[in-house]
């Protein structure tokens, strides 16, 4: 049938619209559904139920809409709080069959309600894939490549944070410079595949070791920082200590078992007169050069933290 009435048209046009399209009556009751909109909640054609038994239906059948709940009657109750509620409202619903669906609900003054449904399963695809790549931009804009640890930028940026909050809760935080003994050598002697092998052996014991508030980053070639909270410069002697036995009880590379190497470390812990994170790390890393002038394979704090100010 042809006609130029256009209130006839629209009806037509709406029946093959590519989005479902419903309207309810004041009382809730379905008046009118086109194609689509009959498709996806199954509605028989000239059927035109109150809008709780559509969606008790839906969950009967476990078609259409999927209603996730093991009591359908308090579900209902739940959805009709916020139906009606408001001139537009917009959400997106799962079907049974997996698409997703953004409903639009839009009230009339004289209670009848105008629904659109419109298929967004592509849209949502898309978003979690922009989700998953801008996860993996982060992951990676804050990871040293070699050795998987947190890189130099992010230890040190989260560094600002431990230390403040360190400072305003008053616990004790130390810092624990650590590098490589004449590492140089490794590289000169077995070639550089071999020295990134002891990186990545040093940094896997280094994490192994690491307690959940820790934070441990590579900030160098064979540097690596350890950020501990709630550790004292004694208590970081002992963490170190056991790292050192975890190293000498390891092989750094199988293949070359007389490849052997020990590490420095420079300690300093949080005093009072550390206004910021850098006066903390400076004095660490002065500390390291004082074990690597005293001998290395040693862990050095020459200056022993001033009272805390209470
Ligand atoms: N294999 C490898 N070597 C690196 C990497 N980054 C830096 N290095 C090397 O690490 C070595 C560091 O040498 P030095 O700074 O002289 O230190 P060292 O030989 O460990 O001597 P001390 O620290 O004084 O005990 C240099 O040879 C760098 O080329 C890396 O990612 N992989």
Sequence with gaps: MTTDDPRLRLLECLDDAASGIGLFDPDDRLRYANRYMREAYGIAVGAFPYWTDMMRNCFQARAGLLIQTNDINSWLRQVAQRRRQTAVRCFESDMVDGRWMRVTETLHNDGWLLTVVTDVTALKAHESMLQQARDQAVQL??????????????????????????????????????????????????????????????????????????????????????????????????????????????LPVPAHPDLALSFSSGLAQMNAQDTEAATLYQRADRALYGAKHEGRARDYDDEPPAPTAT
Excluded: C, W
Excluded at 167 to 172: A, I, K, N, T
């Design 141 to 250: 804009a804050i990871t040293d490549p070699l050795t998987g640890l947190f890189n130099r930028r992010h230890v040190f940026a989260r560094l600002g944070a431990l230390f403040h909050q360190a400072r305003d809760l008053r616990y004790p935080l130390t810092l624990a410079v650590i590098d490589l003994d004449h590492f140089k050598q490794v590289n000169d002697r077995y070639g550089h595949s071999v020295g990134d092998k002891v990186l990545v052996h040093f940094a896997q014991k280094f994490e192994a070791r690491r307690r959940p508030l820790d934070l441990v980053g590579r900030i160098g070639g064979e540097e690596f920082l350890m950020v501990l909270p709630n550790t004292t410069v004694q208590g970081a002697r002992q963490v170190l200590a056991r790292l050192r036995e975890d190293l000498t009880q390891s």
